[in-house]
């Protein structure tokens, strides 16, 4: 049997907007912040994983360089990773490879970014970078327009509604106003009607039914699941992992809406010795209020077609039958740029770990990871436990 492996200590600097902290500083506050929370000197450190910085400072492949020093660690292993929104899951499955090899004992997770505004040339910058050179830039690729595509496709194929969309974005603010880390948590509580009224973006999306740009970051320490408990009463074991990457562009062949988590949900499952049934909340990558309905279903939490029918009948909401994105998610906790895959991980840690404050969850035994990078490209699910 493989050795336990588990998430020691979680950290989440509060989102924001951080104008006078590039990057790079971002990267240093999120260190400092984590110090200073855990029980942890940086000699206990001896794995350090990150990703490229890209925020206004430029692309910095070599940001862990500058970590190091920071830290005043000698790590044994080193590695930067870029999978997007779904880097950060990917970095718990490395760490828990080189614990289990021998490199490491204790690796440190830490993510950092910056968001540019969609209307300050965000959305067709990261487009760019994600699209077909041939097939799609020429056009203009623009990434709610993007998203819009396949969101059009489910819509179509489900018969859903506006209001099913919606009523995602009313649940999302319903958890940020339990969670004082949440950029939404001092605003009015949502409506249908409010999401349905806020302006046009892009077909099918209105402005409330888009994530919020922000700046932030967050870290985890993943160790040995005996080790973990040196350092917090409940660790948060890593019980399955699952990682898929069915497609490089929208332009490559295949149905946009059977995306990667129908193949890494099931890898996570299988080796968690789990299924759907056994999980009791979920954190799932929200930068549009129509991805957790298609990953409710893809992940198999809701049958094919009962995502829109579960979400309004209150499923995910605050004393649902299956919590999700207990923090306020993308929607209104805030989308931290390069950052944001990561909040989905602390937030996971903090309710299995059962420190999440205020939106805590009551059965928080087993949680549910999942997230993405590109435009829905790159996909991994990990399911955390309080017990290995």
Known sequence: MNEPIAIAAAYELTPGRYPEADDVALFRAV??????????????????????SGGISGYNPYIHTGLISELG????????????????LSMLDHAARAIRAGR????????AG??????????????GAISDLDLEVPYGTFIPALYGLIASQFIEERNLRPED?????????MWARLNPRARMHKAAQLTVQDVLDSRMICTPFRYLDCSVPSDGGGAVLV?????????TKQPAYLLGYGEFHPRGTLSNDGNLIETGATVSGPQAFQRAGMAPRDIQLAQLYDAFSITPLLLLENLGLCAQGEAASFVQRGGIDPGGVLPVNTYGGLLSFGH????????LLTEAAFQVMGTAGPNQVQQADRALVHAYGGMMFDHATAILGREA
Not at 31 to 52: F, N
Not at 104 to 111: F, R
Not at 114 to 127: D, E, I, R, V
């Open 31 to 52: 260190l400092k912040g984590a110090l200073r929370s855990w029980s942890i000197r940086p000699q206990d450190v001896d794995g350090l994983l990150t990703h490229p």
């Open 73 to 88: 660690i000698t790590p044994t292993f080193v590695e930067t990773l870029n999978l997007g929104g779904a880097t950060y």
């Open 114 to 127: 910056k968001f540019m505004k969609p209307s300050g040339g965000g959305g067709s910058l990261m487009a």
């Open 165 to 173: 969309m919606a009523r995602v974005a009313v649940s999302a603010r």
């Open 104 to 111: 490491a004992n204790s690796v440190l997770c830490v993510s």
């Open 336 to 343: 931290t740029g390069d950052a944001c895959g990561m909040s």
């Open 223 to 231: 160790t040995r699941g005996a080790q973990a408990r040196k350092w």
